[in-house]
């Protein structure tokens, strides 16, 4: 069974960082394109970041704008979404996911339950 765990979110004032993990457990994730997205209240979930199996691709949605940094570990079977520069429009529920099937890490198979971030000005 597919578990996904996250942890790191939390409060942090605009201009602040947080670094969030996700644990991955119930298959070899080393195999697959893992990824972030996350829902503000009121608001459609939305892609954040992908990462494919090895780690040498990465993709970020535009709003990025090179404050944030995905990476993975296989050894660990985690993978990370260090945020810097936080502003407050980055207040979401963050969630870790998994594509297991297919390639499009824009619609994955697993997700976990979800980590909050919030933002304050």
């Known amino acids: 069974q597919v578990q996904l765990v996250e942890s790191g979110g939390g409060l942090v004032q605009a201009g602040g960082s947080l670094r969030l993990s996700c644990a991955a457990s119930?298959?070899?994730?080393?195999?697959?394109?893992m990824g972030w997205f996350r829902q503000a209240p009121g608001k459609e979930r939305e892609f954040v970041a992908a990462i494919n199996w090895s780690g040498g691709i990465t993709e970020y949605a535009d709003f990025v704008k090179g404050r944030l940094t995905i990476s993975r570990d296989n050894v660990k079977d985690t993978v990370s979404l260090q945020m810097n520069s936080l502003k407050p429009e980055d207040t979401a529920v963050y969630y870790c996911?998994?594509?297991?099937?297919?390639?499009?890490?824009?619609?994955?198979?697993?997700w976990g339950q979800g980590t909050q971030v919030t933002v304050s000005s």
């Open positions: 119930g298959r070899t994730f080393s195999r697959y394109a």
């Open positions: 996911a998994v594509t297991v099937r297919g390639s499009n890490w824009y619609s994955p198979d697993y």
